[in-house]
């Protein structure tokens, strides 16, 4: 059993930072074993993909909206990922679920299905 604990969310003002924590733990846990991501889901809309990083670490990958704002990075001594956002937006504000999932070394999934545990979640707000 895997389990990932979100942390670091809050308000914040257009155009300000916050950067976002996972711890993740279980005795079965190492982060080179899994694919993390990270998902948000806003009120009454689905959940959706925000950035994803391969087991191994060398692959990021972003959806469009966050490109060039937002970085994904993981610190294996720590098994802790990170989210750092940049020149966050009111579209931003969603709840921010941090996610791992079983593949290849290669692959970063963007579907909520290939995902095997899941964290509680974590506010965002980005007032405008």
């Known amino acids: 059993q895997v389990q990932l604990v979100e942390s670091g969310g809050g308000l914040v003002q257009a155009g300000g930072s916050l950067r976002l924590s996972c711890a993740a733990s279980?005795?079965?846990?190492?982060?080179?074993?899994?694919?993390m991501g990270w998902f948000r889901q806003a009120p009454g809309k689905e959940r959706v993909f925000v950035a994803g990083?391969?087991?191994?670490?060398?692959?990021?990958l972003y959806a469009d909206s966050v490109k060039g704002r937002f970085t994904i990075s993981k610190d294996s001594a720590k098994n802790t990922i990170y989210l750092q956002m940049n020149s966050l937006k009111p579209e931003d504000t969603a709840v921010y679920y941090c996610?791992?999932?079983?593949?290849?070394?290669?692959?970063?999934?963007?579907?909520?299905?290939?995902?095997?545990?899941w964290g509680q979640g974590t506010q965002v707000t980005v007032s405008s």
């Open positions: 996610a791992a999932g079983r593949g290849s070394t290669i692959v970063i999934f963007t579907t909520t299905t290939n995902y095997n545990y």
């Open positions: 279980g005795h079965t846990f190492s982060d080179s074993n899994y694919i």
């Open positions: 990083i391969s087991r191994s670490g060398g692959r990021t």
